[in-house]
């Protein structure tokens, strides 16, 4: 019998991803997913071309993003499902966001070019195709020009925190990103909490929740990067579960699929049911986002 899986974490041309809202949707289409999110970082501006691709095909498009935060000096993700995207305060934020992304990146390039490492604005742009910009294609850029073999390279070596090129991204805390999506009609859902160490999520996830958090990312796509084993990743997202249900969070899932060759990250990966996105909707109705 065939069971309905969905995809709720995943990246296009808008953020840092390689394939256009419309081919997210037609892969999806392709891998029989019954819904998928487009969560983009700190945009929904692949939201209408995915949903008008949606609506053709038959799939259900959830309107998402995802926005970054820092707590205690650690990078935490917060993905919003259900956005309005008229939202004026989703708007303002996300003008912000685009404007403190241009500069970060035109300072790495500059650092770059200081370095003996010539590259410019406008190729990394052009990589960009007017999505919202991020290391990945400062990254993109380094490997085209031959200066690293991958783009995986081009981070380690040179865009990574503790190179004398990176430059930290000025974020909200997680509770104010807790309600940016809150006042914009979403839910929020904390995104691969597997890979938070045991310690501080224990710590965070209460004043999360007393924040308004209302899901959590219980399947995820797997990445060595992070430093977990296989059998690490699959035993934590177990515990995941658990904890969802101790706090009285709705379960979420995706494979944060950029279109990279990660093949534990590749789209329907982490092998969500159907029944995640009901207790996600059944949740949002439930707190009145």
């Known amino acids: ?24 949707v037609r892969m999806a289409k392709h891998l029989r997913l019954a819904a998928v999110s487009i969560a983009d970082h700190d945009t929904l501006a692949g939201l209408d071309e995915a949903i008008s691709e949606g609506s053709e095909l038959g799939i259900e498009v959830v309107p998402g993003l995802e926005i970054g935060s820092y707590f205690q000096e650690r990078s935490i993700h917060i993905l919003g499902y259900f956005i309005d995207p008229q939202s004026e305060a989703l708007a303002d934020f996300v003008r912000s966001k685009r404007s403190a992304r241009y500069a970060r990146a035109a300072e790495m390039v500059r650092r770059l070019g200081a370095g003996g490492l010539p590259i410019t604005m406008d190729e990394v742009l052009k990589v960009a195709q007017g999505g919202t910009l991020g290391r990945v294609h400062i990254a993109r850029v380094l490997a085209e020009n031959g200066v690293v073999a991958t783009v995986s390279e081009g981070f380690n070596n040179y865009l990574r925190r503790g190179t004398p090129y990176y430059v930290p991204m000025l974020k909200p ?19 691969h909490p597997v890979f938070i160490r045991e310690p501080l999520l224990k710590k965070l996830l209460p004043v999360l929740c ?53 093949k534990a990250q590749e789209m329907g990966s982490a092998h969500v049911p159907m029944s995640f996105l009901d207790e996600l909707k059944a949740k949002h109705q439930a707190i009145g986002a």
Do not use: N, Q
């Open 173 to 191: 805390s997680p509770f104010e990103a807790i309600g940016i999506i809150k006042e914009a009609g979403g839910i929020a859902s904390l995104a």
């Open 1 to 24: 019998m065939f069971l309905p899986e969905i995809d709720l974490h995943l990246h296009s041309t808008a953020s840092d991803g390689i394939h256009h809202p419309k081919e997210l």
């Open 210 to 262: 007393k924040a308004g958090l209302g899901a959590i990312e219980v399947l995820c796509g797997f990445d060595a990067d992070y430093g977990l084993s296989l059998e690490e990743h699959l035993l934590r997202c177990s515990m995941m579960g658990g904890i969802a249900t101790d706090h009285e969070l709705a379960r979420s899932g995706g494979s944060d699929f950029h279109g990279l060759s990660v």
